[in-house]
């Protein structure tokens, strides 16, 4: 078993769901790769360092709101694709530093269930 896993204390879900993200060397639009409760992966060659706080603004697609949340460099380096692990991606691991309740119960909501 990958140890990556056994470490989550959330399951994370596929997303593309558009973010604007900035730290200490970068602004950058991109889609998040994966969400769960506790981060996201953001796919990209800008990374910032270990430790380094990121602001993410997150816009949800059904209305266009937008939701900041702080967070924290906690890793970087590539990742395997779930489904076919031929495909790797590399970026950074954002773990989010108090979010707001109610992009909590959003997310939950829209995107942190497994498909039908």
Same mark, same amino acid.
């Given at each position: ?30 889609? /998040? ?51 076919? /692990? ?31």
């Amino acid at each position: 078993m990958n140890r990556a896993k056994e470490r989550r204390k959330y399951r994370r879900f596929r997303v593309a769901l558009p973010i604007d993200c900035s730290g200490i060397q970068f602004f950058q639009a991109r889609d /998040s790769q994966n969400l769960s409760e506790g981060g996201i992966f953001i796919q990209t060659k800008l990374i910032e360092k270990l430790g380094v706080k990121v602001e993410i603004v997150f816009i949800f697609k059904e209305d266009w709101e937008t939701i900041k949340v702080f967070g924290e460099v906690a890793w970087t380096g590539k990742i395997n694709d779930e489904q076919d /692990s031929r495909i790797s991606s590399s970026g950074m691991g954002i773990r989010f530093i108090d979010p707001p309740d109610d992009f909590t119960k959003r997310i939950k909501r829209l995107y942190l269930r497994p498909l039908l």
